[in-house]
């Protein structure tokens, strides 16, 4: 599998650890010290990223595109005064870069749109999240290849054909450093709709690191995933669930992050490499457990050995029960006790 670099140390694809990405998105709820508290825990719980959205409101929704979802209820009846209240600074971002070279945990951020992506370059990044809501945006897609980073697009929404025409288009500028996300673009998803064997799909269909971007509660889907062969989870993350704002009731707190991770971690080195082989672990159940060819009863030399002087038997050291039609017929060259594991010498 192609491997795509994060960064001068990391790796999504490959042999390479599953990247975690803590979301953090909007829930700084445009306060710096929360953002930097969220920083912190998202180090702490073991995450490997945390990322931001950027956007300016105007540019992303029109004023009369009203609130949607599970929560709209508590939030503004538009979207456009919702999102507004969730813009930082270039500075502010800048800052927040900053924060997390020192913590040792990348930033990573979602683009809207072309003069953001310009404002996160400035700003500094290895990669560009593009949002699933925008992966039929070509012209921002082509726009962002061209500046030659790796780029994570999630494909929630949108057929195969739409994922086609997105790599296709990052491609034609002569990108190939793309990892796709396999979302469902639901807030929060149920777990029984997670379709994750669209995973699989993927990394048939395109060659590319996948991974998932999971909006489900808990940790069944983002594990699940990741025996699929996800390279990369992306989870919504908070400090407290109890917070007002648009993800703060979908997102992993620190307890549930950590917990995750660390469940990441044990399953990653249990799939293996997919070759069916008899591991170190099992050598000596083999020899003990599985069965030989033994003497049944004495057996004198010279003696032609029959079917009924025979018994399958544990240990598994000698010669196995699928060889058994190459036995019967044979002759003893020596004298064989009762219970005695049966060997080529023995016979001819």
Request: proline letters at 4%.
């Amino acid at each position: 599998m192609k491997e795509i670099p994060l960064g001068s140390s990391r790796f999504i694809g490959g042999n390479h650890p599953c990247i975690v990405v803590a979301e953090i998105g909007m829930n700084h709820n445009g306060e710096l010290k929360l953002a930097r508290q969220m920083i912190d825990s998202a180090k702490d719980c073991g995450a490997d990223a945390v990322k931001f959205q950027i956007f300016t409101a105007e540019k992303l929704v029109t004023k009369g595109a009203k609130t949607y979802g599970a929560i709209k209820d508590h939030l503004p009846e538009y979207q456009q005064e919702m999102y507004k209240k969730y813009e930082l600074a270039e500075d502010e971002y800048r800052a927040l870069r900053d924060y997390c070279d020192e913590k040792g945990i990348l930033f990573l951020a979602s683009v809207f749109d072309e003069e953001n992506a310009d404002l996160l370059e400035r700003v500094g990044t290895c990669a560009y999240k593009i949002a699933s809501c925008d992966i039929t945006h070509l012209p921002m897609l082509r726009y962002i290849a061209r500046k030659n980073k790796p780029i994570i697009l999630s494909t929630g929404m949108s057929t195969l054909d739409e994922v086609r025409d997105a790599v296709e288009a990052i491609k034609s500028e002569g990108n190939e450093q793309i990892v796709l996300t396999h979302c469902i673009s639901s807030y929060p998803a149920e777990i029984d709709k997670s379709n994750l064997r669209a995973i699989t799909t993927l990394k048939e269909e395109f060659g590319l690191p996948v991974g998932y971007s999971d909006h489900t509660p808990g940790e069944v889907s983002a594990i699940s995933a990741v025996t699929l062969g996800a390279k990369l989870i992306e989870k919504h993350f908070t400090t407290d669930k109890s917070l007002p704002g648009v993800d703060h009731h979908l997102s992993m707190d620190p307890k549930d992050m950590k917990q995750m991770i660390d469940d990441i971690h044990l399953i990653e080195p249990g799939l293996g490499t997919g070759e069916k082989v008899v591991t170190e672990a099992e050598k000596e159940t083999r020899a003990m457990a599985r069965r030989s060819i033994i003497s049944k009863t004495d057996i004198p030399a010279g003696t032609t050995i029959s079917k009924e002087m025979l018994i399958i038997k544990r240990p598994g050291t000698g010669i196995a029960p699928k060889y058994l039609d190459r036995v019967v017929g044979k002759i003893a060259v020596k004298d064989i006790g009762a219970e005695v594991l049966i060997s080529e010498e023995m016979l001819r």
